[in-house]
Structure formats: structure tokens, C-alpha cells
């Protein structure tokens, strides 16, 4: 089943640009990790968010996590063509072993 | 450090053929797991491994086996491949349970006839 659901599907936008990413989950979580997928190649691990908090930064990715409303964002500032990759949302449930990952948002920067 | 490496990159089957996809990791991991990914889809777990000697099933195990003989390798055996098989099939490793960050493979596509 998919706990994940990233909206948009795809999106494209000018180098430069801000990207702004949303991902929605169903049940309650204790935390909430974002990943990004060049093409062709494994995922790597961008930033984790805890159900404590709000907010959280990485160099030019800012993570927001809205518990009451089971979603979070995942904002790339300043594009640039390197990010052009797909991005995906992990939750995990409570006592699980296992990531629960949605379908992914395809970001394409135009130079 | 390699990280995590796969073999093969790619692999083409007729339906019924058996295979094993190789994972290694060098990062001394006590976790690792086996995921497919298809198109539209996030990652399905597969089976994963808590340390070695032990696997556990995933959200979608059926059709797929896995050994952990040694820490540094996670086999996943395909024993009679169906074309629902056919998927990009991607290896992690961390070295603690989730949320550790998952260290991933290069993936190795399998197209089933």
C-alpha cells in the first residue's frame, strides 16, 4: 500500500526557479524522509523530519512537516540543472521495520 | 569505499529461468534490504535483513527468496520468473533501522519474457 502520495507528479521549471514539492501520508508517523533519484541511478538520502518538528533545513532544501494535516514540502531554492532528478517521500509506521514510499514528484530544470 | 554495489546491471529472463541478484555493501551495515521499483510506483519492499543469518518478508515477497550468509552480501533469488517480475530492483543497506538513512545500489533492471 502506498503511505506516501507526492504531488505534483512532474513539474518543470527554469533554472533558478524555486521547486516546491508536497507529500501527503495517511496514518501517523514518527518521522518523514525525503530522497532523490537521478535517472538511472539509486536514491540517495536528502534530509529526515521528525513528527516534533515544523521545519528543517539543508543547505538549499527547507523540509516542513504538518502533522494536523498529514503533509509535508519539500522546497528547492535557486535551481539548478543538478537537481533535475525524481524526488520521493518515506514514512514509517510505528513498530515496521519498513519505509512506506510514495510514487515520486519528476523535476526537470531548464537551463 | 565501493558503498553498495549490484550485479548485474541488467538482465533479461524467459519466463520460468531462475536467477540470483548479488548485493554487497562495504559499509559494515547490519541492515539491508531488497526493493522493486516500477514505473508510477514508489519503492515495495521485497525481503530485508536485519543482520546476518537472519530475512525477514517485505510488503511483496511472493516469488522472491534471500539469504544473508555473510554481513557484507543480501542474495535475492528468483526461482521461476514471471513477466510480473519484469522491474528495476534496487539493494540498501544502513546501519540501523528505519529512519537511518538507506545507502542504495545502482539497481539492476530484469526484463522477464
Known amino acids: 500500500s502506498q503511505q506516501g502520495e507526492e504531488d505534483p507528479q512532474a513539474l518543470s521549471i527554469q533554472e533558478g526557479e524555486n521547486a516546491t514539492m508536497n507529500c501527503s501520508y495517511k496514518t501517523s508517523i514518527n518521522n518523514l524522509q525525503w530522497y532523490r533519484q537521478n535517472s538511472g541511478r539509486g536514491l540517495v538520502h536528502l534530509i529526515l523530519i521528525r513528527s516534533n518538528e515544523r521545519e528543517k533545513h539543508s543547505g538549499r532544501l527547507r523540509v516542513t512537516l504538518d502533522t494536523s494535516k498529514k503533509s509535508s514540502s519539500l522546497l528547492i531554492t535557486a535551481s539548478r540543472a543538478a537537481d533535475t532528478a525524481s524526488y520521493f517521500c518515506?514514512?514509517?509506521?510505528?513498530?515496521?521495520?519498513?519505509?512506506?514510499w510514495g510514487a515520486g514528484t519528476k523535476l526537470i530544470i531548464k537551463p | 569505499n565501493a558503498g553498495v554495489t549490484q550485479t548485474p546491471k541488467f538482465r533479461v529472463l524467459k519466463t520460468g529461468q531462475s536467477m540470483t541478484l548479488l548485493c554487497a555493501q562495504d559499509m559494515n551495515h547490519e541492515y539491508m534490504y531488497w526493493y522493486r521499483q516500477d514505473p508510477g510506483m514508489g519503492l515495495r519492499l521485497i525481503h530485508y535483513?536485519?543482520?546476518?543469518?537472519?530475512?525477514a518478508k517485505g510488503e511483496v515477497p511472493d516469488g522472491y527468496n534471500v539469504s544473508r550468509l555473510k554481513k557484507q552480501n543480501f542474495l535475492l533469488g528468483l526461482e521461476s520468473a514471471a513477466p510480473s517480475q519484469t522491474s528495476v530492483y534496487f539493494c540498501?543497506?544502513?546501519?540501523?533501522?528505519?529512519?537511518?538513512?538507506?545507502?542504495f545500489g545502482p539497481g539492476t533492471r530484469l526484463t522477464v519474457l
Open positions: 535483513s536485519v543482520g546476518e543469518g537472519t530475512t
Open positions: 540498501a543497506s544502513s546501519s540501523g533501522p528505519p529512519p537511518n538513512e538507506q545507502f
Open positions: 518515506a514514512t514509517k509506521r510505528d513498530s515496521n521495520y519498513q519505509l512506506i
